[in-house]
């Protein structure tokens, strides 16, 4: 079997039962997308954030309920490129056209500073991408009519997702939080990033430039993604320019932890790769061991760095988030 075949025998497996099949079986419909607007801020001169949206078909009256899943991007890229990611003859790398096809109206959002959203003088940290996603919420939930939705973030996207899930824990049901770091302890990428923590306290913006890029894909076990992904992902993120935030670098290496698993009450999958610098096994062990609500799993996939959703094994991670989201309720004992 060839890995292309694997990849879609996994999805169809993902896609064949539970709340979803209905939607599965209609996949040959056309992914559907539109953009939205949302604001922070004092409304003489509010933040504007820039939300994106895709789904099997345009919305219409009376259609039953989708699962809304909200993507969170980490320190280093905005939305789209993380993603919605186009790579010509190397198959399907977009995360919201995967999820949309099993079934989910999917959302994203460009953080302050990030892609299309506003430029200001913030840093923006973890606490301000929190109050970004606050500042999403009431888009998403007049365009879907969902009071609550799911919520996967990956690396510091996912310490926003988890601050905003403690501080406001009725928006979000299940959590998936993918290439986290909750300490930091013994932590390569971290110790490694925290030699340059005069510039980041200096400097409200760093270089992000396609080298940089490039070694998202390499830092960690080279070979565990296709570099032509790394340059798909260059060309579409250095659009806006080779300049990024620094506030995630600065709490990652100085101000962690940022949340604590007592503080988290929903649902969460923590999702690690096997080759991932960002935080040690011992670290997330941790952090799983205290989470409150007993439905959660940790799931650690092999031949897999910090980049889960660019990998080869994609399918994988793909295959572990679905299933988490679409769990069965539990029946109380």
Request: charged content about 20%.
């Amino acid at each position: 079997m060839t890995k292309g075949a694997s990849r879609r025998g996994l999805l169809a497996g993902a896609a064949s039962g539970g709340a979803l099949a209905a939607h599965g079986a209609a996949a040959e419909e056309a992914v559907w997308s539109a953009e939205y607007w949302a604001e922070k801020g004092p409304r003489d001169s509010p933040v504007k954030l820039y939300l994106f949206r895709k789904r099997l078909g345009a919305p219409r009256p009376g259609e039953p309920a989708r699962p809304v899943l909200f993507l969170v991007h980490g320190s280093s890229n905005s939305a789209r490129p993380s993603f919605d990611l186009t790579v010509p003859g190397k198959g399907e790398y977009s995360l919201m056209n995967v999820f949309a096809r099993l079934g989910y109206d999917v959302w994203t959002m460009d953080h302050e500073n990030y892609g299309r959203s506003s430029r200001t003088e913030s840093n923006s940290d973890i606490a301000s991408g929190a109050a970004d996603l606050a500042a999403a919420m009431p888009v998403v939930a007049r365009e879907t009519g969902a009071a609550r939705l799911h919520m996967m973030g990956e690396s510091s996207g996912a310490l926003r997702a988890a601050v905003f899930a403690a501080k406001d824990p009725s928006r979000v049901d299940r959590l998936v939080l993918t290439a986290f770091t909750y300490t930091g302890k013994d932590s390569p990428t971290l110790t490694e990033r925290a030699k340059r923590l005069d510039a980041f306290r200096a400097s409200n913006k760093r270089l992000r430039d396609r080298a940089m890029i490039r070694s998202i894909f390499t830092r960690d076990m080279p070979g565990t993604s296709d570099m032509a992904v790394a340059e798909a992902l260059a060309d579409a993120e250095l659009v806006f320019g080779d300049q990024t935030p620094t506030g995630t670098y600065l709490d990652m290496t100085s101000r962690l932890p940022v949340v604590q698993p007592e503080d988290v009450g929903s649902p969460v999958l923590l999702i690690r790769g096997e080759h991932d610098g960002i935080a040690a096994m011992a670290d997330l062990q941790d952090f799983f061991g205290r989470l409150p609500n007993g439905d959660k799993q940790f799931v650690s996939l092999s031949h897999a760095a910090h980049a889960l959703h660019y990998g080869l094994n994609r399918a994988q991670f793909w295959h572990a988030v679905h299933a988490f989201l679409s769990m069965p309720p539990p029946v109380a004992a």
